[in-house]
């Protein structure tokens, strides 16, 4: 059974901070990785992929992973409140069946 | 920017109803899915597709499921017989392929009285 875990928060930052969302997965089969973002009562957004060790930043996120300690984050920088939403960690193992396994996500509230 | 359409955005049917969940992928992604969210609760999956049949299928998927790809841009879920543990906001998904992520559609909320 693949397990993709997360805090449900929620998580409060104040603007301008930085929010950090961790993520910790139980298939060392996995491969690729994904964070979206979801706000309430919309659909999941793609926001970032990763897929190899280390870092990859695209504008004021950044993902990091660690595939030994089977560990994925999101680093949001200068956080705005319309940050503000849940933010779901996605994992697939495509040899293993091709499909995304969702975390519960995390709610992030940046307050003005 | 390329999108993935569902209708309807809300079905309310009855319990025992069929309902059939409508979805077109983007034009040039090869592999389709489903998923539901029941109100706060995860993302799960329900089905993936590819070259025309179910390439993975979850526990929630049995019987009462069906998915069809009735002509070349078309997605269907049918759910015959529904219960009211159906409600919930389902969504479709497409990709490229299984090391992309995916795009989902905007969901339809599924109310079942």
């Known amino acids: 059974q693949k397990e993709v875990e997360q805090n449900s928060g929620p998580l409060s930052v104040p603007e301008g901070a930085i929010a950090s969302l961790n993520c910790t997965y139980s298939?060392?089969?996995?491969?690729?990785f994904f964070w979206y973002r979801q706000y309430s009562g919309k659909s999941p957004e793609l926001i970032m992929s990763?897929?190899?060790?280390g870092d990859k930043e695209d504008g004021r996120f950044t993902a990091q992973l660690n595939k030994a300690s089977q560990y994925v984050s999101l680093l949001i920088r200068d956080s705005q409140p319309s940050d503000s939403a849940t933010y779901l960690c996605?994992?697939?193992?495509?040899?293993?069946?091709?499909?995304?396994?969702f975390g519960g996500g995390t709610r992030l509230m940046v307050k003005p | 920017e390329p999108e993935v359409t569902q209708t309807p955005s809300h079905q309310v049917t009855q319990m025992g109803q069929e309902v059939i969940l409508r979805c077109v992928p983007i034009?040039?992604?090869?592999?389709f899915y489903w998923y539901r969210q029941i109100l706060g609760q995860k993302v799960e999956f329900l089905v993936s597709?590819?070259?025309?049949?179910?390439?993975?299928k979850s526990e929630i998927f049995d019987d009462q499921f069906s998915v069809e790809r009735p002509d070349g841009s078309n997605f269907t879920l049918k759910i015959r017989s529904t219960k009211l543990e159906d409600s919930a906001m389902y969504f479709c998904?497409?990709?490229?392929?299984?090391?992309?992520?995916?795009?989902f559609g905007s969901g339809t909320r599924l109310t079942v009285v």
């Open positions: 298939d060392r089969g996995s491969q690729s």
């Open positions: 990763i897929y190899s060790n």
């Open positions: 597709f590819y070259n025309n049949e179910i390439s993975e």
């Open positions: 998904a497409s990709s490229e392929g299984p090391a992309y992520g995916y795009t």
């Open positions: 034009s040039n992604h090869l592999y």
């Open positions: 996605a994992v697939n193992t495509y040899n293993a069946g091709n499909m995304l396994t």
